[in-house]
């Protein structure tokens, strides 16, 4: 079974600053690792994904997360923020060792970014 | 490239009525279709996955006689909410999958409100 863990459903941050969303995951096969956006009323926009290869990916919006295996994360960041950086983050691993359960993506609770004057 | 659609955006019915979702992969096959609900302030929960040409698979809970699903074609995928009950009202998503390709590409959406 896998298992996705996002601390922190809320993250505040001042603009210009860091932007840190952290993603935890459990798989006991090499996970495919996502992290989709969502604005308001809205569905979800892919920001990136990790499937094999260089570990840290970059994706759009200059968000960018690092898979680290020996820590089992997958954390999400943007060196600065914007006002419109303010949505709700999913990270989300998909299921690829087979089964029924094959190609399904299993989400985190999710994290609400707000993003300060 | 890579876009999916919803139809539609959002609707309001009345208690008992049906109500049907249409999802659509613009450009484009999706063999692969999921439906998801949101509650608010909640992730998403996979209701069911819909292949291309086959019966669709429910998840634990999910009353298939309730959420009727169609795939009837490699672009277009339909959710049929039958009987509808304010327990309903929740926000519905689906997403498309090309064959042998892990990425999920998301609808926008359809608010669905059962008065």
């Not at chain 1, 079974?1 to 459990?26: D, I, K, P, W």
């Not at chain 1, 960041?77 to 983050?89: F, G, N, V």
């Not at chain 2, 998503?93 to 409100?113: D, K, M, N, V």
Request: aromatic share 10%.
């Amino acid at each position: 079974a896998q298992s996705v863990t996002q601390l922190g459903s809320h993250v505040s941050v001042s603009e210009g600053a860091l932007v840190l969303l952290r993603c935890n995951y459990s798989s006991s096969v090499p996970p495919y690792l996502f992290w989709y956006v969502q604005y308001p009323n809205q569905g979800l926009q892919l920001l990136l994904k990790y499937t094999t290869g260089a570990t840290l990916v970059k994706g759009i919006n200059g968000f960018e997360a690092e898979f680290k295996k020996s820590e089992t994360s997958f954390h999400l960041t943007k060196p600065s923020a914007h006002m419109s950086d303010a949505a709700e983050y999913f990270c989300a691993v998909i299921n690829n060792a087979g089964g029924t359960s094959y190609g399904k993506l299993t989400f985190g609770q999710g994290t609400i970014l707000t993003v300060h004057p | 490239g890579a876009v999916v659609s919803q139809h539609p955006s959002r609707v309001i019915c009345k208690s008992g009525t049906s109500v049907k979702i249409e999802c659509r992969s613009l450009d484009f096959q999706a063999t692969t279709m999921f439906w998801y609900r949101q509650f608010p302030k909640q992730s998403l929960m996979l209701m069911a996955t819909s292949n291309e040409g086959s019966k669709a698979t429910y998840e634990q809970g999910v009353e298939k006689d309730k959420f009727l699903i169609n795939h009837a074609s490699l672009t277009l995928s339909t959710l049929t909410v039958t009987s509808a009950h304010p327990e309903d009202s929740s926000f519905y998503i689906c997403s498309a999958r090309e064959t042998s390709r892990e990425t999920q590409y998301f609808g926008p959406g359809t608010r669905l409100l059962v008065l």
